[in-house]
């Protein structure tokens, strides 16, 4: 494949060269559609306006922050309010990059299972495939916001029938439309190397893709087989430091070993932060103070440099990575 130089963004196609720094993994607005048409008050406490606000306030020091360029990865399964960020776009000088694609550990909603299901008895085209391609190539809904990732999950039941269906409509949505794929998986079982073969299989190009939530794990081996595939790897959920797996220093001090063995040019970060959501309680959020979007500005990238990691590796990581891999590809 050869780069276009163009990235599908919420303000329109732009040029890869002009997203600068760039965190490829985050969440700014994550509500049920159900809650939030039929229990208001559970998905936006405060009130929509209030949380557009609060928003607009926190990517302005995003932004402010040092940050050009955030990939959005909220999909179905998570519930997109895309007409909610054209609105935050118009208040925050922001590049959005949004994700079409489904989360879920297995089985997706109803409606799409059952839509796979019938393409497959009657020998149709991959329903998940078709969905994103659209996504990508048509715009989302009316408001002519066309994703420019695609968003795909393994977690720790692993290759579900259903799980193996969305990989491989993703692996046919990236290949017919040339955007990327950025996937979840859980570190733990190392099931991101379950989901190369997929899209080996596939025939998906492998620098296309992007195996999220690999800063979970310090085990180097497992790192070191997903990148040397060509594939790369998210450090993405900073400030998440969940029991069981590594903390700040821990993830920094990987990253800098990656980097002094020549690896910076397959590695991207991320917070995976839920800027707002109606998936969390305050309780579970306050045990994550660090979890928020400028952690990366304010203290991993201070952190990264101590530890060794030379300016031109940061900008592998946080410009030029993020710009090779959203530049659609032909």
């Known amino acids: 494949m050869t780069s276009t130089g163009s990235v599908n963004t919420v303000r329109g196609s732009t040029s890869a060269n002009a997203l600068g720094r760039t965190l490829m993994h985050e969440h700014i607005l994550a509500v049920s559609a159900a809650l939030a048409n ?3 008050e559970i998905a936006y406490p405060d009130g929509k306006e209030a949380t557009i606000v609060y928003l607009t306030d926190l990517l302005q020091k995003v932004k402010d922050s040092g940050i050009d360029t955030i990939v959005d990865l909220t999909v179905f399964g998570h519930d997109r309010d895309i007409p909610a960020l054209v609105e935050l776009n118009k208040r925050v000088d922001l590049n959005i990059v949004v994700a ?10 109803k409606t799409f299972a059952v839509r796979q299901m019938l393409a497959k008895m009657f020998d149709k085209p991959n329903f998940y495939g078709e969905v994103f391609t659209r996504d990508i190539t048509q715009g989302i809904g009316t408001t002519g916001v066309r994703a420019g990732v695609i968003k795909c999950v393994t977690d720790t039941l692993g290759l579900t029938e259903h799980i193996t269906d ?13 955007v990327p794929i950025s996937t979840h998986t859980n570190a733990a079982s190392q099931n991101g190397l379950d989901q190369i073969k997929v899209f080996t299989d596939q025939g998906v190009d492998l620098s296309r893709v992007i195996i999220g939530h690999s800063g979970d794990t310090t085990d180097l081996d497992y790192l070191k087989k997903i990148m040397d595939t060509g594939a790369t790897i998210g450090s993405d959920r900073f400030g998440f430091y969940a029991p069981g797996t590594p903390g700040l220093e821990a993830r920094v001090e990987t990253i800098a070993k990656l980097c002094e063995q020549g690896y910076a040019d397959r590695i991207v970060l991320a917070h995976d932060s839920m800027m707002h959501t109606d998936w969390m309680i305050p309780e579970f959020v306050n045990q994550h103070p660090k979890w928020v979007p400028t952690h990366i500005s304010d203290d991993v990238i201070p952190a990264l440099r101590a530890a060794g990691v030379p300016e031109t590796q940061l900008h592998d990581m946080l410009v030029r990575n993020p710009a090779r891999l959203l530049a659609r590809a032909a």
């Not at 079409?100 to 909603?109: I, K, R, S």
């Not at 969305?166 to 040339?178: M, S």
Request: aromatic letters at 8%; hydrophobic letters at 35%; glycine letters at 12%.
């Open 38 to 40: 039929d229990r208001p």
């Open 100 to 109: 079409t694609g489904f989360y879920t550990d297995d089985e997706p909603a």
């Open 166 to 178: 969305l990989l491989v409509g993703a692996a046919i949505a990236c290949k017919e439309t040339g």
